[in-house]
């Protein structure tokens, strides 16, 4: 009867071993395609999100590549100009980011759901993400993520009337684009001055701002931009 008991202890921790290592096993391969989706951002990001969106999340048993998961997928669906108002996956990366070492993912959480705040009209919550967001670029710098938080910031004081907020996020802004040779945020950033400068009652500055703009759009081709800014 012993002998019995024994085997089947034995048989049960064995059972249990085996699932452990595929559970490392399957973790490890959603590591690699998680790792994956997120060196396509720029280069290929149709196939970046092609690649995240299929990864089943209920196959995800650790708490570590769930966070980092829900932290590409967003990011994914950002270079893909995929317009979301749920906070589903941005609420998961910042859940656990918030007291995280790992700097540089905690920015881009809260920079992320920055973006679905202010998407949603919720305007302060937008704020305070976006200021989680800066802290934690003081101990893993990043001059373009830097660049856009400041954009997001004058967007959000521009919708709210404040002017000169607006026009001084978007000036540090467009030095983090200039220090990184980014024309096309450049520009876009120059735009959005200039429709600050307008409220400002600062004509002047904001023709300046406008011509600079026209002549790049007609420059690069850039239909976009050019109807943008002749609007």
Same mark, same amino acid.
């Given at each position: ?36 989706? &997120?060196?396509?951002?720029?280069? !290929? ?86 200021? &989680?967001? &800066?802290?934690?670029? !003081? ?93």
């Amino acid at each position: 009867m012993m002998c019995r008991f024994n085997i089947w202890v034995r048989t049960m921790l064995l059972f249990a071993l085996g699932m452990a290592m595929v559970a490392c096993t399957s973790n490890r391969n959603i590591e690699r395609d998680i790792n994956l989706a &997120e060196s396509l951002f720029q280069s !290929d990001p149709e196939r970046s999100l092609n690649v995240i969106s299929s990864i089943c999340r209920e196959d995800i048993s650790s708490d570590r590549t769930l966070a980092h998961y829900a932290l590409v997928y967003r990011d994914a669906q950002y270079y893909n100009r995929v317009l979301v108002t749920s906070e589903s996956l941005t609420r998961v990366a910042i859940d656990y980011y918030t007291n995280s070492d790992d700097h540089a993912r905690r920015a881009r959480a809260f920079y992320q759901h920055g973006l679905i705040m202010q998407i949603t009209s919720r305007m302060p919550e937008a704020i305070l993400s976006l200021t &989680e967001a &800066e802290e934690s670029l !003081d101990y893993a710098p990043d001059t373009k993520l830097h660049g856009l938080i400041e954009r997001t910031k004058g967007d959000i004081y521009r919708a709210n009337c404040l002017y000169n907020n607006s026009y001084e996020a978007y000036e540090k802004a467009s030095a983090c684009f200039e220090e990184l040779g980014l024309p096309y945020h450049i520009n876009y950033t120059l735009y959005n001055m200039g429709q600050a400068a307008v409220k400002m009652g600062k004509y002047d500055l904001a023709e300046n701002y406008y011509q600079r703009v026209r002549d790049y759009a007609i420059e690069t081709s850039n239909r976009d931009l050019l109807c943008v800014v002749l609007h």
